[in-house]
């Protein structure tokens, strides 16, 4: 209901029906009560940077659209003809505490991110069009939204700023610089989305300034038994302009953050391989940790 209402009042940005992105929107709500059965998996790869008594103020990180595919090992390449194989690549200030997250944010607190999903139509065997979605609220919340309009595709150096300074209302930014390998981002992105509507209003004091992080994800489905979605295989991802800024005035980048794999037992055990520099962050989709 909120997620309609807020919708309605959203003007250019739309939520995006469940016909066209139909496993991008639901996992981002409420948490299930299977957290500790599954307690020792982990559906996020990447690094998650924390402070202590200190606000994070700013994070900005950006990555190209990595080129998704049916996984040719494993236990989910037997099904690589009926199922949709996707991945999730996002930034986020705070994060959501639960089932398999590496969310150290209490589940009373809200998460500020947005990223981009792409997919593998195994049915089809085609790429289909990668979403881009920004989500805010706590886990107990569904509040996330397709971008409407904003394209994006394989290939596209995207940068999404997150920023929760001063009093104002945190804010959250999408540029897309384009597949252009000689534009960087900076210079006049090609697609700039700046979602204010509900983000202010509805965060309120609740975000969870202490986290921010650079993630790759297998998100939840939204279906029973409830089930990552089945992680696709792609090509690397390496997130760059790695920033985070806090209140004190201190920076960091992955190098100071916690590194956490994707590790999915039914899909075959650990499926990303991270490694930081202080310039970078890549993520790797390997199977069985190697
Ligand atoms: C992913 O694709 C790469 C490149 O084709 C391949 O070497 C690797 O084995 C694939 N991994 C899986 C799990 O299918
Ligand atoms: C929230 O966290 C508390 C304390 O860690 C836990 O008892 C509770 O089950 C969690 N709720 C949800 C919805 O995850």
């Given at each position: 209901m909120k997620t309609a209402i807020i919708a309605a009042l959203a003007g250019a940005l739309t939520a995006v029906p469940a016909s066209a992105?139909?496993?991008?929107?639901?996992?981002?709500g409420q948490m299930d009560q299977q957290r500790q059965r599954r307690?020792?998996?982990?559906i996020q790869a990447g690094a998650v940077f924390s402070t202590v008594?200190?606000?994070?103020?700013s994070i900005t990180g950006t990555f190209r659209v990595p080129d998704p595919f049916a996984p040719?090992?494993?236990?989910?390449s037997a099904n690589a003809d009926r199922a949709t194989f996707a991945v999730s690549i996002y930034v986020s200030l705070g994060g959501l505490a639960g089932?398999?997250?590496a969310s150290a944010c209490a589940n009373t607190t809200s998460t500020l991110r947005a990223g981009v999903d792409v997919f593998w139509d195994g049915i089809s065997g085609i790429v289909t069009a990668p979403f881009a979605w920004y989500q805010f609220g706590?886990?107990?919340?569904?509040t996330a939204f397709g971008y409407a309009g904003f394209g994006v595709a394989g290939g596209d150096l995207v940068r999404i700023t997150a920023t929760a300074a001063g009093t104002g209302n945190p804010t959250i930014l999408i540029e897309n610089y384009g597949p252009?390998?000689?534009?960087?981002?900076?210079?006049?992105?090609?697609e700039s989305a700046p979602p204010t509507y509900g983000v202010g209003d509805n965060l309120g004091a609740s975000l969870c300034k202490s986290e921010a992080s650079w993630i790759v994800e297998a998100y939840w489905l939204d279906e029973q038994p409830r089930v990552p979605v089945a992680l696709a295989n792609f090509t690397d991802v390496t997130f760059t302009e790695l920033a985070v800024k806090t209140k004190s005035g201190k920076t960091g980048d992955a190098t100071g953050a916690k590194l956490v794999e994707i590790n999915l037992a039914a899909q075959g055990g650990q499926l990303t391989k991270t490694a930081a520099s202080a310039a970078s962050l890549q993520v790797k989709r390997v199977l069985g940790g190697a």
């Open positions: 992105a139909p496993e991008s929107l639901h996992h981002r307690a020792a998996e982990s008594s200190d606000d994070i103020t040719t090992a494993g236990p989910t089932e398999a997250s706590t886990p107990a919340e569904n252009d390998a000689k534009v960087a981002a900076g210079a006049t992105p090609r």
